[in-house]
Structure formats: C-alpha cells, structure tokens
C-alpha cells in the first residue's frame, strides 16, 4: 500500500543520495515498477544523482561466489 511505497521510495532515495551501485530486491510489484522507476529516474535527473541497478537476490547472490 501507501506505506510500503513510502518505505521503497526513502531506501532508493538514501541509495542514491549515497552513491549506492546497487539495490537488492525481488520486489517486482512496487519497488521495481515501471512508475516507480520512472519516479527514481526523474528525482535522480533533477537533483544530478545517478540511479542505483536495481537486481534480484538470485544475481545478488550470484555475484558475491
């Protein structure tokens, strides 16, 4: 719901805000949504941050054998 938007919005915005590479989530249905993405990109276009990647746990976990 609201709250958990809420929640999404403030992790990517503190990972951007800090320069984060990456963010991990399998959350397809509001974290990695096409608004929600388009909504990263625009703030991260206005304030001249860079958009973390966005993976799954499973590239997660891929990447750290």
């Not at 590479?21 to 941050?49: C, G, Q």
């Amino acid at each position: 719901g609201k709250s958990e938007m809420f929640n999404d919005l403030v992790i990517v915005a503190v990972c951007s805000l800090k320069g984060m590479d990456v963010v991990v989530s399998n959350d397809e249905s509001s974290m990695k949504s096409a608004p929600a993405l388009r909504s990263y990109l625009l703030v991260n276009e206005i304030k001249k941050l860079r958009n973390p990647t966005f993976i799954n746990y499973r590239e997660f976990n891929y990447l750290l054998r």
